[in-house]
């Protein structure tokens, strides 16, 4: 995965741990890379590493790690590095969640060479709809949750997620339920 998306692990690391334990996560995962650089693409094995040294070291189930990392990604990457494309994906949770289909051909332009995950949008109602996420990657569902609850945070609405379907159980994939109020 491009680089950006380790240094998004690395700062949610230092701002809510410190320095020193992202030092200690780094040695554990054995990633021998100084400074990760944004555009430049890293095997996908170099963040799945992070995240399994980061459960260990900060003692935190790797379930809470994904989902943490999710919601950072949405508030402080998304917000603070690409405020305007975030912006660009809808005036409210659910006209976001209606154009998600279509935000990483956005993400393209600038990282051309990205392996984005898929999604489809169903069971629209007034209040809630279903979320499909489809990857080449596996292990990935709790970051979309993550992710899923960052969403909520942002537009400032009450949000539930509720797993329906996953693919470590036999599903074809991922589907969550999200609910707003
Ligand atoms: C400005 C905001 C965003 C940017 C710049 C961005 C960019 C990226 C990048 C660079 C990757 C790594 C993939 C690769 O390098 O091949 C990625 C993966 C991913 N993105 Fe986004 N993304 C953004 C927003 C979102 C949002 C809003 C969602 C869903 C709600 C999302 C869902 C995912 C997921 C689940 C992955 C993991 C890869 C996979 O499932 O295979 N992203 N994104």
């Known amino acids: 995965m491009y680089g950006i998306v380790n240094k998004a692990i690395q700062g949610l690391v230092i701002e809510n741990f ?19 650089l944004s ?35 949405v508030l402080k990457t998304g917000q603070e590095s690409y405020g305007a494309l975030m912006k660009a994906g809808g005036e409210n949770l659910k006209s976001f969640l209606i ?7 956005r993400v393209m332009l600038i990282y051309p060479n990205l392996t984005p995950p898929e999604f489809k949008i169903s069971n629209i109602e007034e209040n809630s709809l279903d979320v499909h996420y489809f990857s080449t990657r596996n292990g990935l569902h709790y970051f979309m949750y993550g992710l899923l609850q960052g969403l909520g945070k942002m537009y400032k609405v009450e949000t539930k997620i509720e797993v329906k379907a996953l693919k470590t159980d036999g599903a074809y994939n991922d589907i969550f339920r999200v609910s707003w109020s």
Do not use: R
Not at 50 to 69: G, M, P, Q, R, T
Not at 99 to 104: G, R, T
């Open 18 to 36: 410190g320095l020193d334990s992202w030092e200690k996560i780094k040695k554990q995962s054995g990633v021998s890379v100084d400074g990760f």
């Open 39 to 73: 555009n430049e693409p890293y095997p996908d094995q170099t963040t799945f590493d992070l995240a399994i040294a980061a459960s260990e070291i900060l003692k935190i189930e790797l379930k809470d790690v994904l989902i943490s990392f999710g919601e950072y990604w």
């Open 99 to 105: 154009n998600l289909p279509n935000f990483h051909s």
